[in-house]
């Protein structure tokens, strides 16, 4: 008996859901074991389920946010050394943004335990990082440790997923200023020394940087790597929209700064709503990461409910 057209349907669904968590996770399940361990833990983590960044980080214009992160980290020579000098960003591309989701996946969703181990590890190799980077003054030295380098990380992350957010998601509890104030204390967890609390801050803070901000053949190195990182044939198409929709979202003097062409938001909001809207139809109405810890919060609400035995 031949299957149905919807049968074909549903297991061509499950087969791009499977790849894109494997591309994301870094799994080749896509449900990793720190995933399913985020069911374990004793709290609700240091957000919550009613929090802002449970509402950003859970939603798909993340995926946009992190590409925006990333160009925007490549404005910051000192940030943009260490991950040339240390990380393995061109030979395991993906390994690297496993290691990125785990700790955003882990900070926003699972108990305050995990939380700080998941931060202990960042700090960890953040302390390894040191080196300098080629200015026109000469050597510059750099250390991840340095209090400017992990905020400026911060702030570029925090300003990505909210731009993005806005752009393509739904209401944030509490609105903007409660996502900054909220994630702050992320930021605090890997080290960041007063870390934004509202988004007039936030704004604030991006500007203070502006004079320390460059493009230069390192950064275009690096925005190339990122505009063609080697995924899959079948998802470079729809990278390319996400890409472009990145680069959308960020001020006119960051693109120009990186030679990014001007992107018209008016082209790219209804296009990447498309695409995350089938995006949304394929994965379902959430992450592993979700349901695990949606499922520790059910554990404890129902532990709370119960009678203390006599």
């Known amino acids: 008996m031949l299957p149905s057209p919807l049968s074909l349907i549903g297991s061509a669904r499950e087969q791009v859901a499977a790849g894109f968590r494997r591309i994301v996770s870094g799994d080749p399940d896509g449900a990793p074991d720190w995933v399913r361990s985020m069911a374990d833990g004793t709290d609700l983590g240091y957000f919550g389920p009613n929090s802002a960044p449970w509402a950003v980080h859970g939603s798909l214009p993340t995926i946009v946010g992190g590409v925006r992160a990333l160009l925007m980290q490549a404005l910051h020579p000192g940030a943009l050394a260490g991950v040339m000098q240390h990380s393995r960003y061109e030979t395991d591309a993906f390994g690297r943004l496993a290691g990125t989701t785990q700790w955003l996946t882990v900070v926003t969703f699972g108990d305050q335990a995990a939380a700080d181990r998941e931060c202990a590890r960042v700090r960890g190799l953040h302390r390894k990082v040191t080196g300098s980077d080629e200015t026109a003054q000469g050597p510059t030295p750099y250390a ?87 995924f899959p044939l079948a998802a470079r198409a729809p990278y390319a929209l996400l890409f ?26 209804p296009a990447i709503a498309a695409l995350l809207g089938t995006l949304s139809l394929t994965l379902g109405p959430a992450s592993p990461s979700q349901r695990s810890a949606q499922a520790r919060v059910a554990r404890l609400e129902g532990e709370s409910a119960d009678p203390t035995p006599v």
Do not use: C
């Open 144 to 230: 991840a440790s340095d209090p400017e380098l992990p905020r400026w990380v911060h702030v570029a992350f925090t300003d990505s997923f909210l731009a993005t957010h806005q752009v393509w998601g739904g209401p944030i509890p509490g609105g903007p200023d409660a996502y900054v104030r909220e994630w702050a204390k992320a930021g605090e967890l890997v080290g960041v020394v007063d870390p934004p609390r509202t988004v007039a801050e936030l704004r604030q803070q991006i500007a203070d940087y502006g004079p320390d901000l460059r493009g230069d053949a390192n950064s275009a190195k690096t925005v190339d790597f990122i505009r063609n990182i080697p």
């Open 244 to 269: 472009a929709g990145a680069v959308s979202t960020m001020p006119p003097e960051h693109r120009a700064l990186l030679r990014l062409p001007t992107v018209p938001l008016t082209v790219t909001k």
